[in-house]
Structure formats: C-alpha cells, structure tokens
C-alpha cells in the first residue's frame, strides 16, 4: 500500500510517499534560515511557513515519485506531539485531502515516527528492541515491544538532550539549531578539558536530568566573559558532548540489561551525534547487543518515517477520521 505522509511538528515541512519500508519519494523544506535569525523556532512563523510549503511539495512528492492520488491506500500526518500551530496545519491538509480523494487517514506519533526511520535504514529490524529516543523536545527510553507497543523505561525528568546541546550551544554564541554546531566543534576539543557534571536522579537510575549540566555550562561561559577571561569552545563543546553522550549510554546500556534486549536503537535529531553513534555502537559491541540508528538525513524531521509508521498502524487497523485533532503532547505510548 503506497502511503502519502505529511510532516509539519516543528520547523521543517515534510511530505513523502512510501510502500512499506521503501521510500518513493521523501521531500523536505527547512525553515531553520529563517528561524535562526531569532535564535530560536518562532511558532508564528513556522505555521505560515508550513501553509505555504504544504500544497506545492505534495504536488513534488507526488511527482518525484510517479504517481497520482488513484495510486495510494492511504494519506498519513503527525498528529502530535509537537507545535499546536504547526500541526495544525498539516493534519487540516491530510484531512482535506482524505475528504476529497475518499482516502483513509492514518495519524501518527512524531516519536513513533522517529523511531521508524530505523527500519527505513535496516530493513531486517523488527521488534523487540530498545531504543533510545533523543530529539529536540524529548529524550525516551523505549521499548519497542511491536511496531505499535511501547513501554517508556526512562525519560528525562526536565530538559531533552537536544534542549542540552541546543542552549550550551547558544551560550558559546553558535547558531541554531545549536547541536549540529557543536557536535562539529567538539571534533576538534578535548573531552576531559572540563570537569562538568553527570546529573543522576535519585532512585530513578534509568531516567535523566539536564538542567543541572546546561546551567553549570551557562555559568562557565559567563563567569569567563565576566572576568574577560577566554575559554577554549572546541574543548568545552567537546566535554559537553562527552558528558551528555556519557549519561545517554550508560543509561541505555543499564536498561537492556536490566530488561534483556538483545537489539538496541537510536532515534531522533540528536542520533545524529557523531560521538553519540560512536559510543553506543562500541558499548553494544562489547555487550554483545546489535546496534542500529537511522542514516544521518533520516535522524531529522521528515515525511518518509511518518509514512513507515503509518504503513504498521494501518496494518493494525488504527485509523483516523474527520474528527482529528492534532495535541501539543501525548504520550508514544497512547499512539
Ligand atoms: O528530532 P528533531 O529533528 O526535532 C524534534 O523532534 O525535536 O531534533 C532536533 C534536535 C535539536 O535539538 C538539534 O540540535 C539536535 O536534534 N541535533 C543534534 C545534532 N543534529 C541535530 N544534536 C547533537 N548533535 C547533532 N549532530
Ligand atoms: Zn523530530
């Protein structure tokens, strides 16, 4: 069944056609230029942004991939969670477009999205596995119990890993969205330069805590401009780096031992981190665990994931109708 797939969660608008696990046609426009300029996503802008974008590259997707709306089964969205504004304007289109193509509607958890894009990079994966979910807003522990149950084994207890990399990223005065700068600038510092801290939270081993790190990192960096004194960014990027990507291993590695996965994953903007697929591909190879995470263009916002996940809710009969409402936030495990 060939599924068209929309995704508008955030700063980046998104549509694809998929069949399955393959990809037909995966389209991306990203807003990150504009919202860049004010250091941050600006809600406003990313819902005009998306209205403006959604129309033309659905006509693309459909191009690229050679077909017309008789070829499809199904028109999938995110529904949540995600920028209210943002989602709504994708989720109108998918209904708008189910009304006058008499197509089903599938909607689609953004996490659940992101933990799909695995399977488009490895299609022997299947569930059960684990699988860390680091994004911008979010940082799970899950575990993939089917292609439509999930069980939330750890989660952070205040900010997401990307919200980490993204504000330390601010603070050394490097552009947005601040992880992808950072991780580049890590490449070239030393890890052990800056002894930072490895928030635990108590009597909750497999959940995190970042707050803790990003303020002591903020005030590193503004004690140094208060004394006019220079820091070395490429070392304290890379001891952020470490220091994160240390907390996100260890946990993920304590909980498939804890819960006997033999398959571990990565999922979200932030599997994109260099040092983050490095060490958890070495921490799985010495536990004996097989490793997976998406190619890096499919750790991002797209379309494709959401079609993938939409193909296995489809297929265990979890449709949606004109009554859709897109949510702010909802659980991965809600649906
Ligand atoms: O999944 P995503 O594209 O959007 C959300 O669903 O939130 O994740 C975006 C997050 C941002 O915080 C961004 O800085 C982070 O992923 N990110 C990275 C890297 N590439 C993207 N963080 C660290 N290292 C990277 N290479
Ligand atoms: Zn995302």
Not at 89 to 100: I, P, R, T
Request: with cysteine.
């Amino acid at each position: 069944m060939r599924i068209l797939s929309i995704e508008s969660s955030c700063d980046e608008t998104a549509v694809a056609i998929t069949e399955g696990r393959r990809v037909l046609s995966s389209v991306v426009a990203s807003q990150i230029e504009e919202h860049a300029l004010y250091g941050g996503v600006v809600p406003e802008i990313a819902s005009r942004r998306h209205a403006e974008a959604i129309a033309g590259l659905t006509a693309r997707a459909l191009a690229e991939a050679g077909c017309g709306y008789a070829d499809l089964g199904a028109v999938a969205v995110t529904a949540w969670p995600g920028l209210i504004g943002a989602l709504l304007v994708g989720v109108n289109f998918a209904k708008g477009l189910s009304l006058a193509t008499g197509l089903p509607l599938v909607a689609v958890h953004h996490l659940r999205g992101h933990v799909a894009a695995n399977y488009i990079t490895h299609p022997a994966l299947e569930p059960p596995f684990l699988c860390l979910v680091v994004s911008g807003g979010h940082t799970h522990l899950v575990g993939v119990d089917s292609y439509t149950d999930y069980r939330i084994l750890g989660a952070t207890r205040d900010d997401a890993a990307g919200e980490c990399f993204d504000k330390t990223a601010r603070a050394m005065g490097l552009p947005y969205p601040g992880g992808v700068h950072l991780d580049a600038a890590a490449e070239e510092g030393n890890p052990a330069a800056y002894a930072l801290p490895r928030p635990q939270v108590e009597g909750r081993p497999l959940d995190f805590s970042f707050s803790g790190l990003k303020t002591y990192v903020v005030n590193v960096i503004h004690r140094c401009e208060q004394k006019g004194e220079a820091y070395s960014l490429p070392d304290l990027a890379a001891s952020v780096r470490r220091s994160i990507c240390d907390l996100l291993t260890e946990k993920t590695m304590a909980a498939a031992a804890q819960y006997g996965f033999s398959r571990v994953a990565l999922a979200g903007g932030v599997s994109a981190n260099r040092l983050l697929r490095r060490q958890m591909e070495q921490a799985c190879r010495a536990a004996n665990l097989a490793f997976f995470a998406p190619d890096p263009p499919l750790c991002g916002d797209n379309a494709a994931m959401v079609g993938v996940q939409a193909y296995y809710e489809a297929a265990a009969g979890h449709f949606a109708d004109q009554t859709l409402n897109a949510a702010a936030t909802r659980s991965i495990v809600e649906g």
